[in-house]
């Protein structure tokens, strides 16, 4: 069998989290996969993360424009290198598409109400395009993947897709996210001391920062300790207007935001974190909440939409739409040690049932049952 896999933007240089998914499919299924050949369809980038072999050929295909490269130019290589099943891996696909199509669709925000403060143009482009694109593309679809219960049956729900055509397979998360021995003291790199707190915070509304930043503010008043927040890629406009808008002046010198962080460096920031806050509206799996668990910090997380199903029945949650509980979270992990090693063996016990060799096994299942049925 010729699979093609669509993996778009995984040679950029800042991935996230749609990226991460695809490349570590790639190279389990390079590693497990000795009867099927794979031909993965990239856009030119500096981060060439993975590089072909026997079986699996990266073909980098032209055309930076995001719709052009995927309504034109990968239906193009698709029929010149002959693959017989295409797997789009990040929502969209192409309108025309001559072989079966698998489609993995994480969510579909793009539905539900639009945050109307949302100013990135970027982030408001690609919703309309998946608006415009993804109703007429599901119809072609062999298969729906989706990646957890929740997500799963939000979609059947809200677009009336056959169950039968859904498929859900959970993600995983990278071997190097456990607890280390940070001899190098990687972490220095961020913050001058261990025991801070951390939050992957953005622009994204989803992503809850503006309430989390108000819960900081309430920990501050409460702690006796006050640890310094450490926030990673947040623009500083979008700070100043949250720190206005609430009144919290207060956590400015507590803040630390070095901008984007490497991927590789995450595992020891996690490890030298007190605690981290996952503390989003809506995810439809959350890679992070699983990387933080196994590093061995403690995470609070949101009891909304898929992450107490990731999380676990014990995992540490909180309501995101009310700062009181964040703050008070964190200040009972301050003052209960029973429960904060608790909470941090819970998570790292969790974290076990996922890997991403068990991602690509049941992709690969899934693969052979399409082919069979063409």
Same mark, same amino acid.
């Given at each position: 069998?010729?699979?093609?896999?669509?993996a778009?933007?995984?040679?950029?240089?800042?991935?996230?989290?749609?990226?991460?998914v695809?490349?570590?499919?790639?190279?389990q299924?390079?590693?497990?996969?000795?009867?099927?050949?794979?031909?993965?369809?990239?856009?030119?980038?500096?981060?060439?993360?993975?590089?072909?072999?026997?079986?699996v050929?990266?073909?980098e295909?032209g055309?930076?424009?995001?719709?052009?490269?995927?309504?034109?130019?990968?239906?193009r290589?698709?029929?010149?290198?002959?693959?017989?099943?295409?797997?789009?891996t990040?929502?969209?696909?192409p309108l025309?598409?001559?072989?079966?199509?698998? *489609?993995?669709?994480?969510?579909? +925000?793009?539905l539900?109400?639009?945050?109307?403060?949302?100013?990135?143009?970027?982030?408001?482009?690609?919703?309309?395009?998946?608006?415009?694109?993804?109703?007429?593309?599901?119809?072609?679809?062999?298969?729906?993947?989706?990646?957890?219960?929740?997500?799963?049956?939000?979609?059947?729900?809200?677009?009336?897709?056959?169950?039968?055509?859904?498929?859900m $397979?959970?993600?995983?998360?990278?071997?190097?996210?456990?607890?280390?021995?940070?001899?190098?003291?990687?972490?220095?790199?961020?913050?001058?001391?261990?025991?801070? +707190?951390f939050?992957l915070?953005?622009?994204?509304?989803?992503?809850?920062?503006?309430?989390?930043?108000?819960?900081?503010?309430?920990?501050?008043?409460?702690s006796?300790?006050?640890?310094p927040?450490?926030?990673?890629?947040?623009?500083?406009?979008?700070l100043?207007?949250?720190?206005?808008?609430?009144?919290?002046?207060?956590?400015?010198?507590?803040?630390?935001?070095?901008?984007?962080?490497?991927?590789?460096?995450?595992?020891? $920031?996690?490890?030298?974190?007190?605690? &981290?806050?996952?503390?989003s *509206?809506?995810?439809?799996?959350? +890679?992070?909440?699983?990387?933080?668990?196994?590093?061995?910090?403690?995470? $609070?997380?949101?009891?909304?939409?898929?992450?107490?199903?990731?999380?676990?029945?014990?995992?540490?949650?909180?309501?995101?739409?009310?700062?009181?509980?964040?703050?008070?979270?964190? $200040?009972?992990?301050?003052?209960?040690?029973? &429960?904060?090693?608790?909470?941090?063996?819970?998570g790292?016990?969790?974290?076990?049932?996922?890997?991403?060799?068990?991602?690509?096994?049941? /992709? /690969?299942?899934?693969?052979?049952?399409?082919?069979?049925?063409?």
């Open positions: 069998m010729k699979i093609g896999i669509e778009q933007r995984i040679f950029r240089k800042n991935k996230h989290g749609m990226d991460y695809v490349l570590q499919e790639i190279l299924l390079q590693q497990i996969d000795t009867e099927n050949e794979y031909y993965v369809f990239v856009a030119p980038g500096p981060d060439r993360c993975v590089e072909s072999s026997d079986r050929h990266v073909m295909i055309g930076s424009f995001y719709p052009w490269w995927e309504q034109v130019t990968l239906p290589a698709v029929k010149k290198t002959g693959v017989e099943l295409l797997h789009c990040s929502n969209t696909a025309r598409c001559r072989v079966p199509l698998v *489609l993995t669709l994480h969510d579909i +925000i793009f539900e109400p639009r945050d109307k403060q949302n100013h990135s143009l970027y982030q408001n482009m690609g919703w309309l395009y998946r608006r415009l694109v993804v109703p007429r593309i599901l119809p072609n679809c062999r298969r729906i993947i989706t990646v957890s219960q929740f997500e799963k049956q939000n979609i059947i729900s809200k677009l009336s897709i056959e169950e039968q055509r859904m498929a $397979i959970y993600n995983g998360y990278n071997e190097w996210f456990k607890p280390m021995d940070d001899q190098q003291e990687v972490y220095k790199k961020y913050m001058d001391e261990r025991g801070f +707190i939050f915070g953005n622009t994204d509304p989803k992503k809850n920062t503006e309430r989390t930043l108000v819960a900081y503010s309430k920990y501050l008043e409460q006796d300790v006050k640890r927040l450490l926030m990673a890629d947040l623009d500083q406009a979008y100043d207007g949250i720190i206005k808008r609430n009144g919290i002046e207060n956590i400015r010198p507590y803040l630390h935001m070095p901008g984007y962080i490497p991927n590789a460096d995450l595992p020891y $920031i996690y490890g030298a974190a007190f605690a &981290f806050l996952y503390t *509206l809506r995810e439809s799996f959350g +890679i992070p909440l699983l990387e933080g668990m196994a590093c061995g910090v403690p995470v $609070i997380t949101s009891n909304t939409s898929s992450m107490p199903e990731i999380g676990g029945p014990n995992a540490i949650l909180i309501n995101p739409e009310k700062a009181d509980e964040i703050a008070a979270m964190l $200040i009972k992990l301050e003052k209960d040690p029973k &429960f904060y090693e608790e909470k941090k063996n819970i790292l016990e969790r974290s076990r049932l996922f890997s991403w060799r068990r991602t690509a096994e049941e /992709l /690969l299942s899934l693969y052979n049952k399409v082919y069979s049925e063409a």
